[in-house]
Structure formats: C-alpha cells, structure tokens
C-alpha cells in the first residue's frame, strides 16, 4: 500500500522557522519532493531528495532518512508569503504520490 | 512564455454533459499528466503518457479518457460527467530518463458538476 502522512495544519510566525514533517510507507521510493501550493494555484517545485542527508535551497531545506522512511522540510525566516500548503510526494518508480498537504499559515 | 498551459479555467456543467480540457506545454518535455485535486486538496494521478504513448492508467473510470495528438499536448475528455467529478483537474510535464525530475503543472482547471 503507499502511505504518506504530513500534519494537517501548522501555524507559525513572520520570521520564526518551521518544520513540516513527513512520513511514508510506499511499496517503492526513487526520491522525495516537496510542492508548495498556494490557494487557488499550481504546485511549485521547492526542493527534493533521492540520497539521506539535507538539501538547502536558500530559506528552504529538505532532510531524508530513508531507513525512517522520512522526511522534513524546514523553512527559515518566515514571510507572509510563505502561507501556502506544502506537499510532500514520494517518486515510485514513474509517477509522484502525493500527502495529504500542509496547510501552513504564517501570523505578523 | 507559459510553460504548461491549460483550457478552460473555469468549466460549469451539467450532470450526464461530455467536457473537455486541453493541455499544453513548451518545454520540451517527453512526458505529460494528469492529476485530480478534490475539495480535500489531496492530488492524485489520473493518467501519464510518454512521447504519446500512455504510461500510467491509475484505475480512473473509463468515462476518462486522455488523448496525446502529440508529446507537447495532452486532452482530458470527460463523457457523462457525475457531481464526484468536481475537481480542480491538474496538468503537468517532466523530463524523461535517469530521474526522477521535477514536474511543471498548468494553473488548473476547476470542473463544477451542478
């Protein structure tokens, strides 16, 4: 079966940093992504892994352990604009699986 | 300069009317797709095609059926839509080969069923 869980909603404030987590439990893995969405929009690519270890791009980075079958997406020096929802996606062989998304809200 | 396009934006129909939604890209890209998005915002795979070619056929009713004219065009036809069809139906293209890569989506289109 393919199961991939992030937290529904997250709060944070301009400035802070935050982490958003996922898990998956997939029948296969060929890498991780992370989309943001903003209401109304497409997804965005932000960042992926296919090897553990940390990727930084800028204020975002994404983490992987592969043996946890987990990943994490940190955003620094959050903006107002960083209000979206976040996806994480396992790469299972051809096509994206999707989370259930992050729906994150970022407060002045 | 639109990367990956689609058409209509906005489609308002009647239950049992037969739809269409049209697909695009400039990239350059081999492989194209479709993705459901329902009112949960969860995003799920329809379909995928390669050079076109289909991939991926993930057990969507057979009342859907994608056409690729060819690799930068992938239509969504709907016949004898239902209300569960309402969805902000995605499209999106990548790279093909030693992946995985990144997939570009459209702006969507938002499929209303009265």
């Known amino acids: 079966g393919q199961n991939i869980d992030q937290p529904t909603e997250m709060t944070a404030t301009e400035g802070a940093i935050v982490q958003i987590n996922c898990t998956y439990q997939?029948?296969?893995?060929?890498?991780l992504f992370w989309y943001q969405q903003h209401a109304g929009e497409a997804p965005t690519f932000l960042s992926y892994?296919?090897?553990?270890g940390l990727e930084e791009k800028g204020r975002f980075s994404s983490f992987l352990s592969r043996s946890k079958g987990y990943s994490y997406l940190l955003l620094k020096e959050l903006q107002m604009k960083d209000s979206a929802s976040y996806l994480c996606a396992v790469y299972n062989t051809d096509k994206l699986i999707f989370g259930t998304g992050t729906r994150l809200q970022v407060f002045p | 300069d639109t990367a990956v396009s689609q058409t209509p934006k906005y489609l308002v129909t009647q239950m049992g009317n037969d739809k269409s939604i049209k697909c695009e890209q400039n990239l350059g890209h081999d492989t194209m797709y479709w993705y459901k998005q329902d009112s949960k915002k969860f995003l799920k795979i329809m379909f995928s095609?390669?050079?076109?070619?289909?991939?991926i056929n993930e057990t969507v009713p057979n009342r859907f059926s994608p056409k690729s004219p060819d690799k930068a065009h992938l239509n969504l036809h709907i016949n004898s839509l239902e209300l569960g069809d309402s969805a902000v139906y995605f499209c999106?293209?990548?790279?093909?080969?030693?992946?995985?890569?990144?997939?570009?989506f459209g702006p969507g289109t938002r499929l209303t069923v009265t």
């Open positions: 999106a293209s990548s790279q093909t080969g030693q992946g995985p890569y990144e997939q570009y």
């Open positions: 997939t029948s296969g893995f060929n890498g």
């Open positions: 892994n296919v090897l553990d």
């Open positions: 095609y390669n050079n076109k070619e289909l991939i």
